[in-house]
């Protein structure tokens, strides 16, 4: 019998402390850049994001997705096999963040491993679980999170700290006989890989007083995009999967993009042929959640009644690197 990764749950967890583009543009203003603010907010549609406390680490935001998100599948963390957990702002270079959140969680029969393709990893590790499942009659249960604290990599005086939100959404996969993973797409330019990013801490350029203090060590946007690299690759990844998986734009229930601009977000619902009322938008509410915007999306969703047992649920991710992943999934 085919075994075939389903969805059985989803949760989120968002932070408590609320940051307006009011407070940003105060600080903003002060350093002498009024306007800049203003610009992203309009060009975005990003309102406000949320903050963790201080001394909290991405795995302390991972926590309580994988928390809520097993609570609600009615299992336990000793019930989990695998965690695959998908961040590009980690606890630490080594180990693994999902080793952390596995200790953490209490998840004492679970291996782990993270994804690191930035704001692609949740597509990314979906698909890797779905054929994990399909492969190992072993592997009953894997809790996949995305989990996102860019704002504490950031310099907090850098204009692009208006784009980061702190935030972790979860989902717990596991066989079944019912139509659930369909396919993924995935593609990559590593042309961009120097244009957005931190450069130092690494085996490139390990951590020194000079890297900190030239702010080496912070996240970086060294050059834009184009904006055709999600205008057209988006509609590219979504017509692949709807090609080689048999589908139509028009059998689509939702598509959940990355959550970074609302106008990108529109022109590529429009090249899909897809109705922008089937493309579930967060960013104005959470802002840049990275990591983690697909399945806090989803999860929201879901919750909204956006998404229902039997929908077939596109999910289109990109991120620095160039990284671009998608995936199809019939709910169940």
């Known amino acids: 019998m085919a075994r075939i990764a389903n969805i059985v749950s989803t949760a989120h967890y968002l932070p408590e402390r609320e940051v307006t583009n009011a407070e940003l543009n105060e600080r903003f203003t002060a350093l002498g850049n009024p ?3 203003g610009k992203f907010a309009e060009s975005t549609g990003i309102n406000q994001r949320f903050y963790a406390p201080d001394d909290w680490a991405t ?9 809520e998100a097993l609570k609600r599948a009615g299992r336990k963390p000793e019930d989990v096999d695998l965690i695959i957990l998908g961040t590009d702002s980690p606890d630490y270079i080594t ?3 999902s080793v952390v959140l596995q200790h953490k969680l209490g998840a004492k029969n679970a291996g782990t491993f993270d994804v690191g393709c930035a704001c692609a990893s949740f597509p990314t590790a979906l ?11 072993g592997i009953k249960t894997i809790l996949v999170v995305g989990a996102y604290m ?13 784009f980061y939100g702190d935030g972790a959404g979860a989902a717990v996969i596991e066989a079944g006989d019912k139509p659930g993973f369909i396919g993924s797409a995935m593609q990559a330019d590593g042309e961009y890989a120097q244009s957005w990013g931190i450069y130092a801490g690494g085996t490139a350029e390990p951590a020194s007083e000079q890297a900190v203090k030239e702010g080496r060590t912070n996240v970086r946007l060294v050059k834009r995009y184009p904006p055709e690299i999600n205008d ?11 090609k080689e998986n048999n589908f139509t734009a028009n059998d689509v229930d939702q598509v959940i993009f990355t959550q970074v601009r609302k106008p990108t977000i529109e022109l590529a619902a429009q090249n899909c042929g897809v109705p922008i009322e089937k493309c579930h938008m967060i960013m104005d509410k959470w802002g840049y959640t990275g990591s983690a915007c697909i399945p806090m999306a989803l999860d929201d969703a879901i919750s909204l009644g956006k998404v229902k047992s039997g929908d077939l649920v596109v999910m289109i991710g990109s991120g620095v690197g160039y990284n671009q992943a998608g995936c199809a999934i019939r709910m169940l």
């Open 232 to 242: 057209v690759g988006w509609p590219k990844l979504f017509n692949r999967l709807a």
């Open 35 to 37: 306007e800049i603010i």
């Open 95 to 97: 180990p693994a963040t």
């Open 150 to 162: 860019m704002h504490k990599l950031a310099d907090p005086n850098d204009p692009t700290i208006f």
């Open 59 to 67: 795995s302390d935001l991972a926590l309580p997705a994988a928390r």
């Open 127 to 137: 698909t890797v679980a779905a054929g994990i499942i399909a492969t190992n009659a």
